[in-house]
T-cell receptor, first 113, second 108 residues
């Protein structure tokens, strides 16, 4: 039972490079979320999706794009990485907001140099 | 603006020493308050959901309570394996808004 799987687990980027983080869930959840976690800032929502083919902005969406082409996958893209995007990124999924026991992945530690 | 504030930021206890963590919130029309546990290097793990003032839920040494303005996570006779960061979150629209967490250390 995999739950929520994030790839990669670690990555180092140079400023200006692009990359995509992949989140996959096998629980048939409708809702998926991307958060970033920084020391002293807690978890902040970047983007989220309420179903296949939908996406919406969270608290801190600038510099990121997302896509949800398949229900089980939610991709987070950085088009031109900046040092301010150094963080730990978490993906989560849930059945829906009214039953929001969200399941989280193990995280991706991204460093932009 | 909806806010979630947790206190203290960090707490050190001796094994067996009971205490409480606080989560205060300002949100109109609370639809749910959630507690998560996060171990170093891992994603948050769900503990409890509370929906209305007066509600309580328990799991092993943990008990969560909810009032109209705050929630408490009571830890009774903690063990070293209870050491973790505890996060609370409120449901706003379709999104979870998290507090900054309380880092709990239980010394043997």
């Amino acid at each position: 039972n995999a739950g929520v799987t994030q790839t990669p687990k670690f990555r180092v980027l140079k400023t200006g490079q692009s990359m995509t983080l992949l989140c996959a869930q096998d629980m048939n959840h409708e809702y998926m979320y991307w958060y970033r976690q920084d020391p002293g800032m807690g978890l902040r929502l970047i983007h989220y999706s309420v179903g296949e083919g939908t996406t919406a902005k969270g608290e801190v969406p600038d510099g990121y794009n997302v896509s949800r082409l398949k229900k089980q996958n939610f991709l987070l893209g950085l088009e031109s990485a900046a040092p301010s995007q150094t963080s730990v990124y978490f993906c989560a999924s849930s059945y829906g907001p009214a039953n929001t026991e969200a399941f989280f992945g193990q995280g991706t530690r991204l460093t932009v140099v | 603006e909806d806010q979630v504030t947790q206190s203290p930021e960090a707490l050190r206890l001796q094994e067996g020493e009971s205490s409480s963590l606080n989560c205060s919130y300002t949100v109109s029309g609370l639809r749910g308050l959630f507690w998560y546990r996060q171990d170093p290097g891992k994603g948050p793990e769900f503990l409890f959901t509370l929906y209305s003032a007066g509600e309580e839920k328990e799991k092993e040494r943990l008990k969560a309570t909810l009032t109209k303005k705050e929630s408490f996570l009571h830890i009774t006779a903690p063990k070293p394996e209870d050491s973790a960061t505890y996060l609370c979150a409120v449901l706003r629209a379709q999104k979870l808004v998290f507090g900054q967490g309380t880092r709990l250390t239980i010394n043997p």
